[in-house]
């Protein structure tokens, strides 16, 4: 029986995270704590019988350094691993590198609110949730899903919102729905596939290191 299993993991604790600001397509390195939850993450995943064929991840620092430290606690340090800009986070445009407080003082709460968790509304100059799926899940459809069809057992690490896409692509949400959709950092979610590509059950599990 082939196995098709897709196991998507958020990047670990970034220093954007620590002090709650807005990244985007900025590249902070992760905080020891971020350190601390990828080897988690990874310890979890070997103990729970977890191996990988091939590994997908950003052109980000943080969710790059988060799959090394993952693959190093697997033992799979030489797999293969393909990037991708169309996995990167969604561009928050003049909110980057703001601190979120200071983003609702600046534009108000309902506002800031609706740029972070709708899924159609555009920050200034950045990326709506919309349009991050419109980048990644074609990516994913002829990238990914193929590779796990075949039965090769696939990790992707990536980013909060590029995650929530493809969580609302996978799980058949509404716009309205995944409004409510949040990855902790280093969240770990499993899915695995019948033969024409339905999504057979989901699994969430979050590492032993959380503080934030």
């Known amino acids: 029986?082939?196995?098709?299993?897709?196991?998507?993991?958020?990047?670990?604790?970034?220093?954007?995270?620590?002090?709650?600001?807005?990244?985007?397509?900025?590249?902070?390195?992760?905080?020891?704590?971020?350190?601390a939850e990828a080897i988690q993450?990874?310890?979890?995943?070997?103990?729970?019988?977890?191996?990988?064929?091939l590994a997908f991840t950003s052109e980000l620092a943080r969710a790059q350094r988060t799959l090394t430290l993952i693959l190093a606690e697997l033992g799979l340090s030489t797999l293969e691993v393909r990037q991708s800009g169309a996995l990167n986070e969604r561009d928050y445009g003049e909110l980057a590198g703001l601190n979120k407080e200071e983003a609702r003082g600046r534009w108000g709460v309902q506002q800031v609110r609706l740029?972070?968790?709708?899924?159609d509304a555009v920050p200034p100059g950045g990326e709506s949730l919309a349009m991050t799926a419109d980048r990644l899940v074609p990516y994913y459809a002829q990238e990914i899903a193929p590779q796990v069809q075949e039965g090769k057992r696939t990790l992707v690490v990536a980013h909060g919102n590029s995650l929530r896409s493809l969580v609302m692509h996978l799980d058949k949400l509404s716009a309205q729905d995944v409004a409510d959709?949040?990855?902790?950092?280093?969240?770990?979610?499993?899915?695995?596939?019948?033969?024409?590509?339905?999504?057979?059950?989901?699994?969430?599990?979050?590492?032993?290191?959380?503080?934030?």
Do not use: C
């Open 41 to 53: 993450a990874g310890r979890q995943l070997l103990d729970l019988g977890f191996r990988f064929d």
């Open 115 to 119: 740029w972070r968790k709708s899924y």
């Open 1 to 35: 029986m082939t196995e098709r299993t897709l196991v998507l993991v958020r990047h670990g604790q970034s220093y954007d995270n620590e002090q709650d600001l807005f990244s985007g397509l900025r590249d902070p390195d992760l905080t020891s704590q971020g350190v």
């Open 181 to 212: 959709v949040h990855l902790a950092t280093t969240q770990i979610l499993v899915y695995r596939f019948d033969e024409a590509g339905a999504v057979l059950d989901k699994q969430s599990i979050l590492t032993d290191v959380r503080r934030s």
